[in-house]
């Protein structure tokens, strides 16, 4: 008899990105002995597939949900019939005019003790609440913050809804209690889980740019859009750059402002100076190569980032954001700012200059102990109802 506890783990898809890996590495390191894994991306991105090896199944998206970009030329490929291509067009109508359209998708048959909608964008949190069959609903959220946009009725409608709501750190389950109180007593804290292993291996391997032992080379991996302050590299690298110190940054990680910043690293004649990188499937090698790792972020969650930085034990520069406090103690290892250009030039030229204080930074996070099975027991608890 099978007595595997049913997992359906219902995501976005499986891209380039930074919950996208903490989906991976939570998925490559659950006991599949106990538990019977299925995952549904709602949206056909596979760019980190390769980098799931745990013993699940990755069901199609296009036998359960729609999109407006991929799901027409997937049925004129598949050949579907007259009912799937009626489907899709109303779900373009429904869409178009925001009636829920995510309520004509395809639910998995299978019944499941647990399903969890592993992000809070699209239709996902909807999705596993009205078509998903399962004991318990379980929601995760990865931002720092909640911005009341047009979902928000909608989100007040459907958050109570889950079992449990499990944030990524205290401040971010504080932002989101002080938006919905409702949820207050369902809302709990689990780190995210990373894979130390995976990713010292990782970095050893071959990146396609190769630093020059003569600059401070400083690298940030993360998306390029308002939260992570691609602009504060800009400005600080005009203050380096002042300063006559022979520096590169490399930023990994693609994003819709990356026309934007490029334009701006031209204007500014920084192209000897910044370095726009783009998505890299595996960032480590750039990271595992940098003097100082930098993460300029307006705001977080959990930042999975400077976790792998942490790893690596590389040089680090926070800004005092959502959930920097519980990865990291200031002065200790890592230096954190304020969300402050200025003060984050200072503390940028402060660790180029004294190479002593970098060792120190790098020799503590050395001695820092691993939380990864301490985390990994949370999701265990949580599984085990």
């Excluded at 709501?165 to 007593?185: A, G, H, M």
Aim: hydrophobic share 35%; net charge positive; proline share 4%.
């Amino acid at each position: 008899m099978n007595d595997k506890k049913k997992l359906l783990f219902v995501c976005y898809g499986l891209g380039i990105g930074g919950i996208e890996r903490c989906l991976i590495n939570l998925l490559n390191a659950i006991d599949t002995t106990k538990y019977s894994i299925d995952v549904l991306p709602m949206n056909p991105i596979y760019d980190l597939a390769d980098y799931l090896n745990a013993d699940c199944t990755v069901l199609d998206p296009f036998e359960y949900a729609m999109n407006t970009t991929d799901t027409f030329s997937e049925i004129k490929k598949r050949k579907a019939g007259p009912i799937v291509f009626l489907r899709y067009v109303i779900f373009r109508v429904l869409n178009k005019y925001k009636i829920r359209p995510w309520k004509i998708f395809r639910g998995p048959y299978k019944h499941y003790d647990i399903a969890i909608a592993y992000a809070n964008i699209a239709y996902v949190p909807y999705y596993v609440i009205d078509r998903v069959n399962a004991d318990y609903k379980y929601l995760w959220y990865h931002y720092g913050r909640y911005f009341k946009g047009n979902k928000y009725k909608l989100d007040q409608k459907y958050y109570p809804k889950f079992d449990a709501i499990i944030t990524v750190s205290k401040d971010s389950r504080r932002e989101l209690n002080q938006v919905f109180p409702e949820i207050r007593k369902k809302t709990i804290v689990i780190h995210n889980v990373i894979d130390s292993k995976e990713i010292k291996r990782k970095a050893l391997e071959q990146a396609d740019v190769i630093f020059s032992p003569q600059k401070i080379n400083i690298v940030t991996v993360g998306r390029l859009c308002p939260e992570k302050n691609p602009k504060y590299m800009v400005q600080i690298a005009e203050l380096l750059r002042k300063e006559g110190l022979d520096f590169c940054w490399y930023w990994v990680g693609g994003g819709k402002l990356e026309n934007q910043i490029s334009e701006l690293v031209q204007s500014n004649g920084l192209s000897e100076h910044v370095r726009l990188l783009g998505n890299k499937e595996n960032p480590y090698p750039y990271m595992y190569n940098c003097d100082i790792y930098v993460q300029p972020s307006e705001f977080e969650a959990y930042c999975t980032t400077t976790l792998e930085a942490m790893v690596l034990a590389k040089p680090i520069i926070v800004t005092d954001v959502g959930g920097m406090r519980e990865q990291f103690v200031s002065g200790e290892d890592c230096i954190m700012t304020a969300v402050d250009v200025n003060e984050l030039f200072q503390a940028v030229l402060f660790l180029a200059r004294h190479p002593e204080e970098r060792q120190r930074l790098r020799y503590n996070l050395y001695n820092k102990n691993d939380k990864e099975n301490n985390d990994l027991q949370c999701h265990y608890d949580l599984f085990n109802i």
